[in-house]
């Protein structure tokens, strides 16, 4: 009897300890990674709004489009928010991630600028062009540069085209790709360049007042939020996602963006 008694004690014991492990997981505070400038000050936005509805955020900034994704592979990260849709595809397919997306959160339209020229009519025959280095976002630049009438890139180059695509070059234009977050700085040192947005707002770049030419609001590129797949159930995870989706942040957004940064929500 006195075996019995105590196998059921120890019983309780670990029904109770398990019980704790799990509350401790959930009271982990629930790790978002971004990319510097808009996605990071947004979040901060939301981190508030999470903490009035007892959930903790942790916001992880990086400053490359590289390793938030691989940080959420990895476990470190509960979510992340910084990419759009074709470059997760990208990221998924090459590198083996098992990522997938729970939510939209905004559009950053690329945008063109120069400190050299008012005008793409204005580029120089031989000059140089600075875009992403990356597949998806130097194919927005260089479709972009297509319909301002500067390039023609090959029919089936879709939407990862590289200057390898590039079948007619009347201006001779010289491509200088970079990685996004040194694209601002490069202005100095080219005729025009193509920055994404959040890293246009970060140098201090407005895209509708300082940019000579600005992909479509109509672009298909709407920023995500992403998990690892095994998680898009997640409580907390849909807990994260209607709570970034709310009226407050939407209008958050539009009054600190000025339409440079369109909620995609």
Do not use: C, W
């Amino acid at each position: 009897m006195k075996f019995i008694f105590t196998k059921a004690l120890a019983t309780i014991a670990l029904g109770v300890l398990g019980l704790s492990q799990t509350a401790l997981a959930q009271d982990k505070p629930f790790k978002v990674g971004v990319t510097a400038g808009p996605h990071a000050q947004i979040m901060e936005v939301v981190k508030e709004q999470a903490a009035k509805e007892g959930l903790k955020i942790q916001i992880v900034e990086f400053t490359d489009y590289v390793q938030p994704n691989a940080a959420l592979a990895a476990g470190d990260l509960d979510l992340n928010s910084y990419q759009h849709q074709p470059y997760l595809d990208t990221a998924n397919k090459d590198r083996g991630y098992k990522l997938a997306t729970v939510g939209k959160t905004v559009i950053f339209p690329i945008g063109i600028y120069s400190k050299k020229i008012k005008s793409l009519k204005d580029f120089p025959q031989g000059g140089k062009f600075s875009l992403p280095n990356d597949p998806t976002n130097g194919g927005r630049a260089l479709l972009l540069l297509q319909d301002q009438g500067l390039i023609k890139l090959r029919a089936d180059a879709g939407l990862k085209a590289t200057p390898i695509d590039v079948v007619e070059n009347p201006k001779k234009i010289k491509f200088i790709e970079l990685d996004a977050a040194q694209l601002p700085r490069s202005l100095d040192d080219v005729d025009a360049g193509a920055v994404n947005t959040n890293f246009a707002l970060e140098a201090g770049l407005k895209p509708g007042r300082d940019s000579i030419a600005m992909e479509s609001p109509n672009s298909p590129y709407a920023n995500i939020l992403v998990v690892q797949e095994k998680n898009k159930t997640d409580p907390r995870v849909l807990q994260f996602v209607k709570i970034y989706q709310t009226p407050v942040v939407r209008e958050f957004i539009i009054k600190k963006y000025d339409n440079s940064v369109v909620p995609a929500f």
